[in-house]
C-alpha cells in the first residue's frame, strides 16, 4: 500500500516513499498499516473499506469539495474528509456509523438539490458516479428546497460544452486543468452558493484545447462531447483497446464500438505510459474512421478510367505488370513508399514484398523527411536512428533540455509528462525555441531563440561546458572530435553568441549552469517545424550537449510508427534490424525519387498508405511526374489526387479495422486490436501485402500471428513479438541489442541563420500545429473545427505595426518568388519579425518556397533558412 499522491509521482519520489516509517490504524475494528503520509480514503480502500467520494480523483490532488467523504476520527470533534486528512498512528476511524451516513446522504441531497432528473437523456448515464452514489445510499427523497437558479450550457470549445445545470462543483475538470494539463482553461468564474459555476478562465489561461481532460474526470454529465452527444448509451458500447498512431507517443485508448461503428474514444484513469492522457486528436480524431472520403473497392484503370473490381483482379493485373517491368527492367525500375502509420507486421511484409518479391531496394516511407534531423544526428553519433531513452527516464533525470518548444504541438502527450516532472520538483525542464507556450512559461527556463538561431546558442552551450572542464570522464574516453569540437565551439562565446542571437546573456549562463550541474541530464528532441525536421544541424548540436554529459536522448519522432520502420527496414540503408544492405546504393529515398522518374529508372511506384502526397509535392513529384509511370499502385484508405490517377488502387482499411503492432518513439512495441470488420470492401495492408506477395512467389504471410513469428525469427530486438503478455503490456525493445559498440562521433555543425534584409525582413517559418496528426487526420471533420489551415501567424508587435487585424488577408513573399495570401492569425506564441505557416498546408509551404531537393538534407548545407516580407492584402 502506497501513499495517496503515488501515482502522480516520478520513479525518484516513489523510492523514497518505499522507505517512509508505517503506520498502523484502526478502520471500523481492522487494523491496516501504510506507509506515512497516505490519506484515511487510500488507507481503507487498501483494506478493501468502501467510501463514497464525488471530488477526489486518483490523478488529481485532494479537493475536499464534496464532503461525501466524511468519517469518523476518535478525538475529533467532527467528522473529517477521508481524502485529504493523512493517517496518524494510532488512529481510530469509523467509517459507517449511523450518525456518518446520515451527514452523507444529507451532503449527497444538498448536491442533487440542484441536479436535473434528466438521466434518461444524459449521456453519462450508466456511468454517472452521483447515479451509482445515489442507488448505493439508498437515497431516494429530497428532505430540501432551493430556488433553482437559471443555468445555461456553454461553450468550452467547438467540440465540449458544459452543462451548468449537471454541474455539481467538484472541481475535477478545474484541477485536471490546472495540475496535468497545465492550461488553466477551465475556472470558477462565479462564486456565489447555488449560483456558483466553472467555465472558460477569463485571464490567466490559454485557450481551451479540446484536449478532453475535463471529459475524463467529470463525474456526471456537466461536461459533454457533442461528437458524442445522443448516438449511444454507456452499456451499449464495446470497449476495445488500440493504440493511437497520429504521433510517436503512441497513447493506448479504448475505441468505443457498436454496430461496426466507432462512437468514442475513452481512456482509463492511468492506462499506458500515456497515463491515461490523450490529446485532440486522440480523443476526436476517430470519426475519420467513417469518413465519405474512403476508399471503398479494389479499382483497375481501364480505357483511361479507374472501374471497380474483384480483389482477385486488381492483385493479378498488379502482380502481372510488376513481373513484366521487372523482367523487361530490372528489380530497382520498381520503388516502394509506406505510411510510417501502418503496423510493424505490414511494415515488415512491405519491405519483403519489395526486396524478396521485386527484388528492390528502392524502398522507403515519407516519415524519413520528417524526421530527418533526428535520424541523421542519431545514426551520425550512435550509429542506429533510435533513441537512447524512453519517457520513463524522464522520472530519473534532474536536468532535461528540450529542443524544441513547439513539442506541445507535436507530441502534446509527452509535453505533459515534461510538465508532471517540472511539477514535481525533480527535474529542471530547460527549453529552446522560437515558440512561447505554457511548456515555456512554466519551465525552469527558457531561452527564446529565432528560427535559425538555436545551433549558435547550443554551440555556445557546448563551449562553457568545455571551458568548466565538469564533464562525464567515461564519456569523454568513448568520444571522436572531442579536440576539434572544442576548438570548433571557442568561437561561440558568451557574448557574441548573447549579440548574434539576441538572448539575454544571464538565461544562457544559467541554463549551462543548470546543464553543468545535473548529474543525470537527458535531451528531448522533437523537430517543431519543417526546418528543424529536414536539417540535423539543431539535433547534432543537441546531441552534443548530451554525449558530453553522459545523458540519454529521447528523440520523439512525429509519426505513430516511424520508429518501426525504421526497425523493420523501411530504408534504402539498411534491413530489418538494421542490418547493413549490400544493395543500399541503388536504393532511393524520397527525395530522389523525382530525379529516378525524370531519368527514366523508376518505371513503376507501389505507395502504401496515407502519408505521401504532402512530401511528393514538397520534393517536386508532381502528377506530371506521376502520369509518366508505366505503373502507379496505390493502396490507401481514402481517395484523393494521387490515387485518382493510379493504375490500380487497393483499398486499405484503417487502424481500427486491423490488429497490430506499433512501436512509438520512445521503442515501446505494443499491440492494438481490431475494433470492427473492414468497411466495404476494404483489407487489411497485412492481407494485401500477402496475397500480392504469393502471386510473385512469395510464401503466405496473411496473418499477424504468421508475420509476428517472421519478425521475431529475422530481428532480435523483436524476438519477444509473439509474446502476447508483453505486448499487451506494452514495453520497449532492448537498445543494447543493437547499438553499436564503440566511440560516439562528436559533430562540428554551424548555423544557416536566415539572410534577411530591409525587403526581406520577416523569418519564415512552417511550424507543426495543434489538432493535426497527418494527413489522416485531415478527414476529421471534429478536428477541422478546431484546426488552423488556412493562415499566416504572425506577432502581435508586427500585427500592430502593420496595421494588420486577425482574420484580415495578408500577402507573404520570398526571395525565389513565391507569394500566398491567407488571413492573419496573430499570435501571442511568436516572437517580432518572425512569420509562420502551418507546415501540413503544403500547398502554401510549396508556394512560397518551390520544390526541394536532396541538398536541404546535407548537414554542410546548414539548417533550411527562408525569409519573407510580409504586407497586408490590398483590395
Same mark, same amino acid.
Given at each position: 500500500m502506497l501513499p495517496d499522491h503515488y501515482d502522480r509521482l516520478t520513479r525518484g519520489q516513489r523510492r523514497s516513499e518505499k522507505n517512509l516509517p508505517m503506520i498502523t490504524l484502526t478502520i471500523n475494528e481492522q487494523k491496516v498499516s501504510v506507509p506515512e503520509g497516505t490519506t484515511i480514503l487510500k488507507a481503507a480502500q487498501s483494506a478493501g473499506i468502501y467510501i463514497p467520494t464525488l471530488c477526489y480523483h486518483a490523478k488529481l490532488s485532494p479537493i475536499g469539495a464534496c464532503r461525501i467523504c466524511l468519517v469518523e476520527v476518535d478525538g475529533e470533534k467532527r467528522p473529517v474528509a477521508s481524502c485529504d486528512t493523512q493517517v496518524r498512528e494510532g488512529m481510530v476511524v469509523r467509517t459507517d456509523s449511523e450518525e456518518i451516513i446520515r451527514q452523507r446522504k444529507q451532503m449527497l441531497q444538498f448536491v442533487l438539490l440542484n441536479h436535473p432528473l434528466d438521466c434518461p437523456v444524459c449521456?453519462?448515464?450508466?456511468?454517472?458516479?452521483?447515479?451509482?452514489?445515489?442507488?448505493? +445510499?439508498?437515497? /431516494?427523497?429530497?428532505?430540501?428546497?432551493?430556488?433553482?437558479?437559471?443555468?445555461?450550457?456553454?461553450?468550452?470549445?467547438? /467540440?465540449?460544452?458544459?452543462?451548468?445545470?449537471?454541474?455539481? +462543483?467538484?472541481g475535477r475538470c478545474v484541477q485536471v486543468c490546472k495540475e496535468i494539463q497545465g492550461a488553466r482553461a477551465i475556472d470558477y468564474v462565479v462564486r456565489a452558493g447555488y449560483t456558483s459555476k466553472v467555465g472558460p478562465t477569463e485571464s490567466g489561461g490559454y485557450a481551451c484545447e479540446s484536449c478532453s481532460q475535463c471529459l475524463s474526470v467529470c463525474p456526471v454529465g456537466a461536461i459533454i462531447d457533442n461528437t458524442f452527444r445522443y448516438s449511444a448509451r454507456a452499456w451499449q458500447l464495446k470497449k476495445v483497446n488500440s493504440v493511437c498512431t497520429f504521433c510517436g507517443v503512441g497513447c493506448q485508448y479504448e475505441l468505443n464500438v457498436r454496430n461496426n461503428k466507432v462512437f468514442r474514444v475513452t481512456v482509463g484513469d492511468f492506462q499506458g505510459h500515456n497515463r491515461g492522457n490523450l490529446c485532440s486528436a486522440g480523443r476526436f480524431g476517430k470519426d475519420a474512421i467513417h469518413s465519405e472520403a474512403r476508399l471503398s473497392a479494389p479499382a483497375v484503370r481501364k480505357n483511361g478510367s479507374l472501374q471497380s473490381v474483384s480483389w482477385d483482379e486488381a492483385l493479378d493485373y498488379a502482380a502481372q505488370r510488376l513481373k513484366e517491368i521487372v523482367s523487361s527492367h530490372d528489380g530497382d525500375s520498381v520503388a516502394g513508399l509506406a505510411s510510417a502509420r501502418c503496423t510493424n507486421e505490414a511494415l515488415f511484409a512491405f519491405q519483403r514484398l519489395m526486396r524478396q518479391g521485386l527484388g528492390s531496394n528502392r524502398v522507403d516511407t515519407p516519415a524519413h523527411l520528417s524526421n530527418h534531423a533526428i535520424i541523421h544526428a542519431m545514426t551520425g553519433v550512435y550509429g542506429i536512428p533510435a533513441p537512447t531513452a524512453t519517457l520513463s527516464d524522464l522520472d530519473e533525470a534532474d536536468a532535461i533540455l528540450?529542443?524544441?518548444?513547439?513539442?506541445?504541438?507535436?507530441?502534446?502527450?509527452?509535453? /505533459?509528462?515534461?510538465?508532471?516532472?517540472?511539477?514535481?520538483?525533480?527535474?529542471?525542464?530547460?527549453?529552446?525555441?522560437?515558440?512561447?507556450?505554457?511548456?515555456?512559461?512554466?519551465?525552469?527556463?527558457?531561452?527564446?531563440?529565432?528560427?535559425?538561431?538555436?545551433?549558435?546558442?547550443?554551440?555556445?552551450l557546448t563551449n562553457i561546458l568545455l571551458s568548466q572542464n565538469d564533464l562525464n570522464k567515461e564519456s569523454l574516453e568513448k568520444l571522436d572530435g572531442y579536440d576539434k569540437l572544442k576548438l570548433h565551439v571557442m568561437k561561440y562565446s558568451l557574448g557574441d553568441t548573447a549579440t548574434r542571437t539576441g538572448i539575454d546573456p544571464d538565461i544562457i549562463s544559467d541554463m549551462? @549552469?543548470?546543464?553543468?550541474?545535473?548529474?543525470?541530464?537527458?535531451?528531448?528532441?522533437?523537430?517543431?517545424?519543417?526546418?528543424?525536421?529536414l536539417n540535423?544541424?539543431?539535433?547534432?548540436?543537441?546531441?552534443?550537449?548530451?554525449?558530453?554529459?553522459?545523458?540519454?536522448v529521447l528523440s520523439l519522432l512525429c509519426e505513430g510508427n516511424a520508429q518501426g520502420a525504421l526497425d523493420l527496414g523501411i530504408s534504402p540503408d539498411f534491413l530489418p534490424g538494421y542490418k547493413e544492405t549490400a544493395t543500399a546504393q541503388n536504393g532511393s529515398g524520397v527525395p530522389n525519387i523525382r530525379q529516378a522518374m525524370e531519368s527514366g529508372d523508376i518505371k513503376a511506384l507501389y505507395l502504401m498508405g496515407s502519408d505521401i502526397q504532402k512530401e511528393m509535392s514538397l520534393f517536386g513529384i508532381g502528377m506530371d511526374a506521376l502520369r509518366e509511370l508505366e505503373l502507379l499502385v496505390v493502396q490507401d484508405v481514402f481517395a484523393g489526387p494521387v490515387a485518382d490517377l493510379a493504375h490500380v488502387v487497393l483499398p486499405a482499411s484503417s487502424f481500427a479495422e486491423r490488429e497490430g503492432s506499433y512501436t512509438n518513439a520512445c521503442r515501446i512495441v505494443q499491440h492494438s486490436s481490431k475494433a470492427i470488420e473492414p468497411i466495404e470492401r476494404s483489407r487489411s495492408d497485412l492481407s494485401i501485402i500477402s496475397q500480392l506477395g504469393q502471386r510473385l512467389g512469395l510464401a503466405s504471410m496473411e496473418t499477424v500471428e504468421a508475420a509476428r513469428v517472421?519478425?521475431?525469427? @529475422?530481428?532480435?530486438?523483436?524476438?519477444?513479438?509473439?509474446?502476447?503478455?508483453? /505486448?499487451?503490456?506494452?514495453?520497449?525493445?532492448?537498445?543494447?541489442?543493437?547499438?553499436?559498440?564503440?566511440?560516439h562521433k562528436l559533430s562540428l555543425v554551424v548555423e544557416g541563420r536566415p539572410a534577411a534584409d530591409d525587403t526581406y525582413s520577416f523569418v519564415l517559418t512552417f511550424d507543426s500545429m495543434l489538432h493535426y496528426g497527418g494527413s489522416v487526420s485531415l478527414h476529421s471533420r471534429s478536428l477541422a473545427k478546431l484546426r488552423v489551415d488556412e493562415a499566416i501567424e504572425i506577432s502581435e508587435d508586427d500585427a500592430k505595426a502593420l496595421g494588420v487585424e486577425n482574420g484580415a488577408p495578408v500577402v507573404v513573399k520570398t526571395k525565389n518568388g513565391g507569394s500566398v495570401k491567407l488571413p492573419a492569425l496573430i499570435s501571442e506564441e511568436l516572437p517580432p519579425r518572425v512569420v509562420s505557416v502551418p507546415s501540413h498546408n503544403y500547398r502554401a509551404v510549396q508556394a512560397l518556397i518551390g520544390k526541394l531537393d536532396a541538398s536541404v538534407l546535407r548537414d554542410e548545407e546548414g539548417a533550411p533558412a527562408w525569409v519573407a516580407s510580409v504586407m497586408p492584402a490590398k483590395g
Open positions: 449521456d453519462k448515464a450508466g456511468e454517472c458516479l452521483v447515479q451509482d452514489i445515489t442507488v448505493n +445510499m439508498s437515497v /431516494l427523497e429530497q428532505r430540501f428546497t432551493a430556488p433553482k437558479p437559471e443555468k445555461t450550457k456553454e461553450e468550452l470549445s467547438p /467540440l465540449l460544452d458544459i452543462w451548468h445545470t449537471r454541474c455539481i +462543483m467538484c528540450v529542443v524544441d518548444s513547439n513539442i506541445i504541438t507535436t507530441h502534446p502527450v509527452a509535453a /505533459l509528462e515534461l510538465l508532471r516532472v517540472h511539477n514535481s520538483g525533480t527535474a529542471k525542464v530547460l527549453v529552446i525555441g522560437h515558440r512561447s507556450n505554457k511548456l515555456t512559461t512554466q519551465c525552469a527556463q527558457y531561452a527564446r531563440t529565432s528560427p535559425g538561431a538555436e545551433t549558435a546558442l547550443l554551440n555556445c549551462a @549552469n543548470s546543464i553543468s550541474a545535473s548529474k543525470k541530464f537527458l535531451l528531448v528532441l522533437a523537430p517543431g517545424s519543417l526546418q528543424s525536421a540535423a544541424s539543431v539535433a547534432s548540436a543537441a546531441i552534443n550537449v548530451a554525449v558530453l554529459k553522459g545523458g540519454k517472421q519478425i521475431a525469427q @529475422n530481428v532480435p530486438i523483436y524476438d519477444f513479438l509473439t509474446d502476447k503478455a508483453r /505486448l499487451a503490456k506494452g514495453e520497449p525493445w532492448q537498445y543494447e541489442k543493437v547499438a553499436p559498440a564503440g566511440r
